[in-house]
């Protein structure tokens, strides 16, 4: 159940594009297209933002976007607004468990 | 609206109980299965254990195997999380969530959480 890796920090500048990778095990991300990724704003709990590798749930604004290759998958936002900026996890389905990724915290200067 | 309300947290000496427990409203209870999820102060988040929508499985950490019970009252739309042994490294924000379908680490719905210390 080791964590997957997650870059501590990313930052953008409004209206670029960035992108947070999570890297994971043949045994997590690897095996199956159940990588989901929560924004988390000071204080507040967790939001689903992609789940299924790439599926935005509803509410959720097309900027964001998931995608994965092997072992690792990704969450691009574009556009980058001020209201982005929080800390932003990736977690995935490992058989019999659930594992996050450490977490990366997004600034948007 | 989905509203997952948690309760029971506290400050705890180390080796003591506390029940958690999560309220569910808004969607059929009985028919999803529910998470907890942790977060230490100032740490990323940790998945701590799971129970299908009518309790037939649990899945646990290994940080918390042994020591947590996860547990649901559909009758009383409830999730519960029983800490035994606790430990100053359990101190923790802990969540409830919701799983958008069977058990696949998808938590589509969050409570706003209750705080475990535990400290002498």
């Known amino acids: 159940q080791s964590a997957l890796t997650q870059p501590a920090s990313v930052s953008g500048s409004p209206g670029q594009s960035i992108t947070i990778s999570c890297t994971g095990t043949?045994?997590?991300?690897?095996?199956?297209?159940?990588v989901s990724w929560y924004q988390q704003h000071p204080g507040k709990a967790p939001k689903l933002m992609i789940y299924e590798v790439s599926k935005r749930p509803s509410g959720v604004s097309n900027r964001f976007s998931g995608s994965k290759s092997g072992n690792t998958a990704s969450l691009t936002i574009s556009g980058l607004q001020a209201e982005d900026e929080a800390d932003y996890y990736c977690?995935?389905?490992?058989?019999?468990?659930?594992?996050f990724g450490g977490g990366t915290k997004l600034t948007v200067l | 609206q989905v509203q997952l309300v948690e309760s029971g947290g506290g400050v705890v000496q180390p080796g003591g109980s506390l029940r958690l427990s999560c309220a569910a409203s808004?969607?059929?209870?009985?028919?999803?299965?529910m998470h907890w999820v942790r977060q230490a102060p100032g740490k990323g988040l940790e998945w701590v254990a799971f129970?299908?929508?009518?309790?037939?499985?649990?899945y646990y950490a290994d940080s918390v195997k042994g020591r947590f019970t996860i547990s649901r009252d559909n009758s009383k739309n409830t999730l519960y999380l029983q800490m035994n042994s606790l430990r100053a490294e359990d101190t923790a924000v802990y969540y409830c969530?919701?799983?958008?379908?069977?058990?696949?680490?998808?938590?589509?719905?969050w409570g706003q959480g209750t705080l475990v210390t535990v400290s002498s």
């Open positions: 808004g969607f059929t209870f009985s028919s999803y299965g």
């Open positions: 043949s045994s997590d991300v690897g095996s199956y297209n159940l």
């Open positions: 129970i299908r929508y009518d309790g037939s499985n649990k």
């Open positions: 969530a919701k799983d958008l379908r069977g058990f696949r680490g998808i938590m589509d719905y």
């Open positions: 977690c995935s389905y490992a058989g019999s468990d659930v594992v």
